[in-house]
Nanobody, 126 residues
Framework: QVQLVESGGGLVQAGGSLRLSCQAS????????LAWFRQPPGKERELVAT????????YYADSVKGRFTISRDNAKNTVDLQMNSLKLEDTAVYYC???????????????????WGQGTQVTVSS
């Protein structure tokens, strides 16, 4: 079992930056694919970025490409999301997730096949 706890959310002006961090406990996440999701107000949860076990492969949603960077530190059991040039539409609750299947799983993240954190609120103001 893996427990995930996000931190670093808050209120920021448009154009600003925030760095989210997700601390895992319970077991090492070094062999698990990781991701960040977000859920804007009144909308469904959406994928923001993913990172492979060795950090060699990353994926970004078009809406954040070039502005957000996902990274992981397997020694510290953490995954971070650096968010720059924040926009009003980035306002959401941000969640980190870890696949339950080691190394690679082609299935989309779901409540059944991944561990999820409780989320951290990011609010971007004008």
């Amino acid at each position: 079992q893996v427990q995930l706890v996000e931190s670093g959310g808050g209120l920021v002006q448009a154009g600003g930056s925030l760095r989210l961090s997700c601390q895992a406990s319970g077991r090492t996440i070094s062999t698990l694919p990781l991701a960040w999701f977000r859920q804007p107000p009144g909308k469904e949860r959406e994928l923001v970025a993913t990172i492979s076990c060795s950090s060699t492969l990353t994926y970004y949603a078009d809406s954040v490409k070039g502005r957000f960077t996902i990274s992981r530190d397997n020694a510290k059991n953490t995954v971070d999301l650096q968010m720059n040039s924040l926009k009003l539409e980035d306002t959401a609750v941000y969640y980190c997730a870890a696949k339950k299947v080691e190394f690679y799983d082609s299935n989309p993240y779901s409540n059944e096949n991944a561990y999820w954190g409780q989320g951290t609120q990011v609010t971007v103001s004008s």
